[in-house]
């Protein structure tokens, strides 16, 4: 197990100095409202007990280098061009980071050591672990203490450079987690607050055993689902007669219209953006541009299932931190099930191996199971009664391998 004195140990076997400053990003698992936060609708995680610890010493070379025992090979970054040292895929966290830290003593650079107990296969938001720890610390090593907050917005524009079109739910639960509570994060207008995890409420997760890698094919298909969503969007819209004005068009912007669910049945079940922009009148881009790219216009998108899951999860949102409030967690748990079963159907981001591993720990005596993050692989979930822990992780390690643990809502970002 890493800790404060391990890193701040090992740091010192690998530069043959010591580090001035250690930052503390942990994972996070989303407890519900999964693949809403890019629609600008809300979602439920908590930050848990394993993380990323990055420890730093800045240094007057203009260069970062990161070393870490997690991830091949050793990044050598140039400041002024981050871009160009990047080879690895986990190195463009790296370079998204610099990129988002340009104006901060852009001079200097820094040797960081990156260690942890987070596993990398997926879902645990391992890489936003890894972006908002090493933007606080290295902004702490270079002479800024930036506020959680500020961490998380600029990790979320870096990651959203590295390919991924992140709604932002991940940075913002990493940078203000809170022991025992789970962070309801609302995006339009954006606002959070804490909810309370009742007592006998333990969480458990478990590997599929296939990993969702940060990769081309899955980023392809997440970028895809988000497009899918804002064609979605402004269907809706133009079906009630109005045109979204804000960019990009967002689920979010329609959600609240009473008829909205009927509207969604209407929606074509496959299409291109393309389509749905020449029927909205309005410009493609305004659906297809990415932060760092773009999704093909012609490209066939579930624009009907895309908006069911969305809409129909946002609502479960609602009624989970509702069923939390009241301590009713039956219900609680028969909502995971119902979010899976949308992700599996619907918005189609679900394995074999997951709904294998999910139904494994309900057998096991869970309350309700789920994939958490993005799915194609990665971890699942499983909201248990105390005492019932040990039976649903054996479940889980033998249907997939494993591993499974339990995880504990725990506190944010830390600058040690
Ligand atoms: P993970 O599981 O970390 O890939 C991704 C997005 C979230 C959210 C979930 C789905 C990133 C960094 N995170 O999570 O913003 O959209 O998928 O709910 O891309």
Redesign the pocket.
């Known amino acids: 197990m890493t800790t404060l004195e391990t890193i701040r140990n090992a740091f010192s076997g690998a530069f043959n100095q010591v580090a001035e400053c250690v930052a503390y990003a942990p994972g996070r698992v989303?407890l519900i409202?999964?693949?809403?936060?890019?629609s600008g609708l809300p979602?439920l995680p908590m930050a848990i007990d394993r993380g990323t610890f990055i420890a730093v010493a800045g240094d007057e070379s203009g260069v970062v280098e990161v070393r870490s025992e997690q991830f091949a090979g050793v990044a050598r970054l140039t400041r002024a061009v981050p871009d160009a040292g990047a080879g690895e895929p986990w190195q463009r966290y790296i370079a998204g980071a610099l990129a988002e830290l340009a104006e901060v003593s852009p001079g200097r650079g820094a040797r960081v050591l990156v260690s942890g107990d987070l596993p990398t296969a997926?879902?645990l938001?391992s890489?936003?672990a890894l972006t908002v720890g090493l933007i606080a610390g290295l902004a702490a090593a270079w002479g800024e203490r930036l506020a959680p907050e500020e961490a998380a917005r600029r990790a979320i524009i870096a990651?959203k450079h590295v390919g991924?079109e992140?709604?932002?739910?991940?940075?913002q639960v990493i940078a203000l987690g809170k022991g025992g509570q789970a962070l309801r994060i609302d995006f339009l207008p954006p606002a959070t607050r804490y909810v309370p995890i009742p007592e006998e409420l333990r969480f458990v997760v478990a590997a599929s055993g296939e990993e969702?890698p940060?990769g081309t094919a899955a980023r392809e298909a997440?970028n895809e689902r988000v497009v899918a969503a804002r064609a979605a969007a402004v269907l809706l819209a133009h079906q009630m007669g109005f045109e979204i004005e804000s960019d990009p068009p967002l689920l979010a912007h329609v959600a609240d219209v009473d008829v909205v669910d009927v509207l969604v049945d209407e929606l074509p079940e496959k299409a291109p953006a393309r389509d749905a922009a020449r029927t909205a009148g309005i410009a493609i881009e305004r659906l297809t541009t990415l932060t760092n790219g773009e999704v093909d216009p012609a490209l066939k998108l579930s624009i009907r299932r895309v908006a069911r899951h969305v809409l129909s999860e946002a609502g479960r949102v609602d009624a989970a931190e509702a069923a939390l409030a009241a301590g009713n967690l039956k219900a609680f748990g028969a909502l995971l099930n119902e979010s899976h079963a949308s992700l599996r159907d619907d918005l189609r981001c679900s394995t074999q191996a997951l709904d294998k591993v999910c139904a494994a720990m309900r057998k096991a005596g869970a309350l309700g199971a789920r994939l958490?993050?993005?799915?194609f692989g990665?971890y699942a979930l499983a909201a248990v009664p105390a005492g019932k822990e040990d039976a649903v992780i054996a479940a889980a390690v033998a249907a997939t391998g494993g591993p499974a643990f339990a995880v504990v809502a725990s506190d944010g970002l830390q600058l040690l």
Request: hydrophobic share 15%; aromatic share 6%.
């Open positions: 989303n409202g999964e693949h809403t936060d890019y979602a997926g879902g938001s890489s936003s990651e991924v992140t709604g932002g739910m991940d940075q969702a940060k997440y958490t993050g993005a799915g990665g």
